[in-house]
């Protein structure tokens, strides 16, 4: 189990590299830079800046430094924010951004898989129909389409609950942006529940379970449940990437000062040390996650644990 | 004696159309999947023609109608937006946009995922496992990030859309081809044209490309909602189309900055485009469950 | 008093195709101490039978007559009511092991929990008594065993804990559905020996479901003969094997190779299919099939009658001589 971890833990490295050389590359290629954009500055001035952001040195000498800054988490000074560093942007957008997400997926969580479990008990029942139809809805709809829906509604005809904002991360504020990204989720995870929990319970050792006069409630929850969570948890993996690629979204229709928000103004004002930034944050943090959800599922299936 | 080594040549392409005519009649009894191609078949229409014989064009401004509600005397049936543009046929032109989005890229990441899929998996071996780790690594990138780089690094062009989105999307068909391929490459009537001095190419291309129709019909109906919404969704941040053509994904973002004085521009382009991918997801799952009854 | 008194009992599912007749009115009982070997091709009902009476029929199975379990009608109990009868006075063992068991629960929870359940033992009770049924059946380092999941053991040795899990609780009855079929030869002949010993130990009644009538030959009393559903012959091992009066009886030993008789005559089996239980033939339902079939076979269906003291059959012909 151990050496499983260090091997997968190992296996990021060259993935990483990967990310961080396309990323790299891919900007410094880019026609115009981010100096061009403004008005034309005077050429001893742009000297002094190309100067100061590393920009006049060789692209071999630039990637070096760059990626030997990655490595001690120093992902150089933002271009457009001129105070800060990428890396003090992300400091204080992450926490927010954690907050978010993660409840959003603990939400998805919790409910796909309370609401598939109870949809695939009573199969083909009324309340297995409306809520197999709800999560098609929610599988339908993307998430900057019930957001701002959520918002016209809850906040502007029902004035329930703030329309967007975070004055101080209260629940208040968070309701309407959770209920956005987990929604599409819930309604994944309940889908997927709901199927291979009516695969499990068709499966000969659930009639063993039964043949022992074990109680129903113990037969799904101890002998059906793990098993029919395998699947689930293996679609963990892109439900983090999901979820993370979605905040970008919701941060901006709700104006949430996350990672997300400022991942999009760096895009849109070509802040590209902020853009990589956060994209080989996120990257790592994916696949980090990636490798916890594996973890997971050799904990649930021991099938796969000594392999 | 000449029977039995017929029929293995013979079987395929009978099994196969029988196949195909079964998937369409349960496809035919599937009252959810027929209602969404009658519905998805109509606004792809009137998304074609709809902006040709709408009364109004697409980016003609109305000064005396800024921002009206639905209002069918004065012809506009959706309203018209902050500019007093005819929101009507510009949902319709974003519908359009969309729609050619998806093909467009559909068309790419089928291209280069059969391809690549087909030829890792036919040849085997270690090209095999190099090939199919690259697309694992291709997997572990977040690469919604990556297509907004694209996007940021080489301006917002709606070509380098289709290319993006294409490029990215035709990892699983990759992955469903080789699968497939693998299993195939073992079957008796590949094995007889191998043994017979076929050559790999041809091969490929008569014998395993046909084969694969299943699973990449059922990948089609998954995909293609799957571009438009990524589509619209670079397209609400502001990282995809731009003016003064539109799409779904900025109308919709045009409408959410206008909810509360005009809810209307929020309204109308988020139902054309829940309404397709409704289609769209109802279409794939009928086509899954009748080329694969016993997923049910 | 019988341990399980069957009567009449029918079981019937719903498909898209219709309705489809799997048990067809039986009859049968079996006494403390007793085996008695039901034997059938699949499709006869031989396993429904007793799905039923476990409470184990799929969604769409309904089952209609009386299961009496010492004198209690059990069918149509709910499974809270069954479940005291279930794996405690009445147990059961599954044909494949390989899938029979919970794949991410240790051997040791999964038999200790049957105990917890029933008998309200503590966990170290339970283990204990779990250790101790395992060498019963004569698996090696059954301390080690309890700590291990289902896929470290090999199929033997999955049905030998199928086993073991069945007779913790002392059960009144234990039904073994194909217990060997899945298991190599020499498996299978382990398996049938520990069951032959642990039946006369425990002086359970035993009803052995299979297909193979040399599973029969060395471990029932009495055998119960099933095709389509119904009860087509019944009587002592011995004389059935020696004595076969309905012709699908006399099939099945025809198709059965016999030390006894090497040499004297060839193998032959059953010419034509097992039956489409959603169009039985009119009248007796082997007539297809059968070398004897008449008339009256066509028209009337046979009742199962006695012919000799505890032996029925359910045929026209009086006795079988060949015809043609």
Redesign the interface.
Known sequence: MGSYALRRLIGVVPTLLVIITVAFFMIRVAPGGPFDIERTLPPEIEANIKAAYDLDKPLVVQYIKYLGGVLTGDFGPSYKYKDFTVAELIGAGFPVSLKLGASAMLIALVLGVTLGTVAALRQNSALDYAVMTVAMTGIALPNFVIAPLLALVFGIYLSLLPVAGWSDGGMADMVLPVTAMALPYIAYIARLTRGSMIEVLRSNFIRTARAKGLPEHRVVTKHALRAALLPVVSFLGPATAGIITGSVVIEQIFQVPGIGRYFVQGALNRDYTLVMGVVIFYATLIMVLNLVVDLLYAVLDPRVRYK | MTNGTQAPDMAPPVRGRSLWQDALRRLSHNRAAVAAVVVLALVVLLAVVGPWIAPHAYDELYFDHVAIGPDLDAGFLFGTDTVGRDLFVRTLMGARISILVALAATSVSLLIGILYGAIAGFVGGRVDNLMMRFVDIMYALPFMFFVIILMVVFGRNIVLMFLALGAVEWLTMARIVRGQTLTLKNREFVEAAVASGVTRPRIILRHIIPNLLGPVAVYITLTIPQVILVESFLSFLGLGVQEPLTSLGVLISEGADEMETAPWMLIFPATVLATMLFCFNFIGDGVRDALDPKDR | MAVIDIRNLEVGFDTPEGKVQAVNGINLSVDRGECIGIVGESGSGKSQTFMAA???LARNGTARGEILFQGEQILGLG??A???????AM??I?Q?PM???????RIGDQLT??LT??KGLGKRAAAARAVAMLEQVRIPEPARRMRQ?P?ELSGGMRQRV?IA?ALLCEPELLIADEPTTALDVTVQAQVLSLMRDLKDRLNTALVLITHDLGVVAGLADRVMVMYAGLVVEEGPVETIFTDPRHPYTQGLLNSMPRIDRAGEERLTAIPGQPPNLQRLPSGCAFRPRCAYAFERCEQERPELEDIAPGRRKACHRERLEAVS
Do not use: K, Q
């Open positions: 476990m409470g184990l499974s809270r069954l479940n005291r009868i279930r794996g405690n147990s059961m599954f494949d899938t029979a068991l919970t794949p991410h629960l929990e049957v359940t029933h999941y896929h199928m899990m």
